[in-house]
């Protein structure tokens, strides 16, 4: 499904001036879309092609799941860069989701936390990015990137921790442990 673009005066410089009022639209908007009202919704600003959602609505009765910080694999080799470890992260958050049914492209939130990569002297956004595009091409995850002065694993240069949500999992049986 393509995002739901936002009006032009919502881009995210404007969100202040909407307030609740603005989100309230949104929703309405989105609620009048007859069948769709009942899939997970995403919304971007028109005018910027960041593959992220500045905003994502989760119709009422999703199932939800919630996947604590992941790093790279410790169980193989998982790379020394942030493209390698963001990658290896996706993997884990891949297979941990897999167990729910769900997919990457269920994702609606995303944290991204990246430290200094000593090689560089700052984080390497750009290198998390690289992995990121390769695995987001659309359902993009409303997504923040936090740099951070360490993870709990001083062999880490990124940790992910995301929300998968989807309407039709009803279906789905959920494992229970």
């Known amino acids: 499904m393509s995002p739901v673009r936002l009006p032009a005066d919502m881009s995210r410089g404007g969100w202040h001036r909407w307030g609740q009022f ?39 009765g999703s199932a939800t799941v919630y996947v604590s910080g992941l790093g790279p694999a410790a169980d193989r080799i998982s790379g020394t860069t942030t493209a390698e470890q963001m990658q290896s992260a996706l993997d884990q958050i891949s297979a941990a989701l897999k167990h729910y049914g769900m997919t990457l492209q269920d994702i609606v939130q995303m944290h991204v936390y990246l430290v200094a990569d000593p090689r560089l002297g700052h984080m390497d ?53």
């Not at 769709?36 to 960041?50: E, I, L, T």
């Open 125 to 177: 956004f750009d290198g998390m990015m690289q992995a990121y595009r390769a695995r987001f091409r659309s359902a993009f995850p409303a997504r923040t990137v936090i740099e951070v002065p360490h993870l709990s694993n001083p062999h880490w240069l990124v940790e992910v921790d995301v929300i998968a949500s989807r309407s039709d999992a009803k279906d789905k049986k959920f494992p229970t442990k």
């Open 22 to 60: 603005g989100l309230l639209v949104a929703g309405v908007t989105a609620c009048g879309q007859g069948a769709s009202a009942q899939s997970v919704q995403r919304y971007s600003d028109p005018k910027d092609d960041f593959p992220i959602s500045t905003a994502v609505q989760v119709p009422a």
